[in-house]
């Protein structure tokens, strides 16, 4: 009689998930992610919605905010809001993905002869707790998540993180893929078999260098955790609600700049955000 239970148990730990890194793949995501249009309108949105916040909130505590950008990826945003003048912690698990970013940092600091306040930390987020502790460091008047939900292992355990790092009257902004939007998109492209696979929540990918998350985070569950951590949420937005379900490009879908602006008008009026193939939300601590 053959004993299966070794082999049950290997399939186990095959399958296990782990929080992702693009280490290996920064150069495809640089240019897949942020490369053309898609890129544009997603930081356009995000634009809009934090800088404002930042702006407001940075008057009413007369001071520069304090701000942390966890899996930041190429931190763009980040970086704008340094070149703001705000303090920076900017951190990933990809050495090269920040090492990309500060690529970018030395340039506008060289052209504009200025120093930006960042400090970079490359680790999972969750060895961040120890090393703010050996450099005393004080909480975040903002925390940055992008991207970076759809990527953990265990995503509501994040929640914990942003409770113990986040200022009282703090914000945090969550930006994370919208699963409802890639059933739809694939309803539209007649993607049947696929939709099959994933209605038992299977999203995995045979390409590696897919950025297509495995494991989506859906909109409804997000809200759940930041009822659950007492959250206010101040705003919610959907980025790219339309262009990407448009495959015939005619009339104003040639035009980039239109494109942008009307990716921007409907970004935030119901029903076309909760298209939108990420989403946004920006969320205050305290009741």
Same mark, same amino acid.
């Given at each position: 009689?053959?004993?299966?239970?070794?082999?049950?148990?290997?399939?186990?730990?095959?399958?296990?998930?782990?929080?992702?890194? !693009?280490?290996?793949?920064?150069?495809?995501?640089?240019?897949?992610?942020?490369?053309?249009?898609?890129?544009?309108?997603?930081?356009?949105?995000?634009?809009?919605?934090?800088?404002?916040?930042?702006?407001?909130?940075?008057?009413?505590?007369?001071?520069?905010?304090?701000?942390?950008?966890?899996?930041?990826?190429?931190?763009?945003?980040? %970086?704008?809001?340094?070149?703001?003048?705000?303090?920076?912690?900017?951190?990933?698990?990809?050495?090269?993905?920040?090492?990309?970013?500060?690529?970018?940092?030395?340039? !506008?600091?060289?052209?504009?002869?200025?120093?930006?306040?960042?400090?970079?930390?490359?680790?999972?987020?969750?060895?961040?707790?120890?090393?703010?502790?050996?450099?005393?460091?004080?909480?975040?008047?903002?925390?940055?998540?992008?991207?970076?939900?759809?990527?953990?292992?265990?995503?509501?355990?994040?929640?914990?993180?942003?409770?113990?790092?986040?200022?009282?009257?703090?914000? %945090?902004?969550?930006?994370?893929?919208?699963?409802?939007?890639?059933?739809?998109?694939?309803?539209?492209?007649?993607? !049947?078999?696929?939709?099959?696979?994933?209605?038992?929540?299977?999203?995995?990918?045979?390409?590696?260098?897919?950025?297509?998350?495995?494991?989506?985070?859906?909109?409804?569950?997000?809200?759940?955790?930041?009822?659950?951590?007492?959250?206010?949420?101040?705003?919610?937005?959907?980025?790219?609600? !339309?262009?990407?379900?448009?495959?015939?490009?005619?009339?104003?879908?040639?035009?980039?700049?239109?494109?942008?602006?009307?990716?921007?008008?409907?970004?935030?009026?119901?029903?076309?955000?909760?298209?939108?193939?990420?989403?946004h939300i920006l969320a205050t601590a305290g009741t």
């Open positions: 009689m053959t004993d299966h239970t070794q082999d049950n148990s290997a399939d186990i730990t095959t399958q296990a998930r782990t929080d992702r890194s !693009f280490e290996a793949i920064a150069d495809h995501f640089e240019k897949k992610v942020y490369g053309g249009l898609k890129g544009k309108i997603r930081l356009a949105v995000l634009r809009r919605d934090i800088f404002e916040y930042a702006q407001t909130k940075s008057q009413s505590l007369g001071r520069p905010l304090r701000i942390l950008d966890v899996g930041a990826g190429l931190a763009q945003i980040a %970086i704008e809001l340094a070149a703001q003048g705000h303090t920076l912690v900017i951190n990933d698990i990809s050495a090269s993905m920040l090492s990309k970013a500060q690529t970018q940092v030395a340039t !506008f600091e060289a052209d504009n002869n200025t120093k930006l306040d960042i400090t970079w930390m490359v680790c999972p987020y969750q060895q961040l707790p120890a090393k703010f502790a050996e450099d005393h460091s004080d909480k975040f008047d903002l925390i940055l998540c992008h991207a970076l939900l759809e990527w953990l292992a265990k995503p509501a355990e994040i929640m914990d993180f942003f409770d113990a790092q986040l200022s009282p009257q703090g914000a %945090i902004s969550l930006c994370f893929y919208n699963p409802a939007s890639f059933d739809y998109r694939n309803l539209i492209m007649g993607n !049947f078999n696929l939709l099959d696979r994933t209605l038992e929540g299977d999203y995995a990918a045979d390409n590696k260098k897919s950025l297509t998350p495995n494991h989506p985070v859906a909109m409804q569950e997000v809200q759940a955790w930041l009822q659950y951590h007492h959250y206010k949420i101040m705003l919610e937005s959907g980025l790219r609600v !339309f262009h990407d379900y448009a495959p015939l490009k005619r009339g104003g879908h040639n035009d980039p700049e239109a494109v942008i602006k009307m990716e921007l008008r409907y970004s935030q009026l119901t029903p076309y955000k909760w298209l939108g193939r990420y989403l």
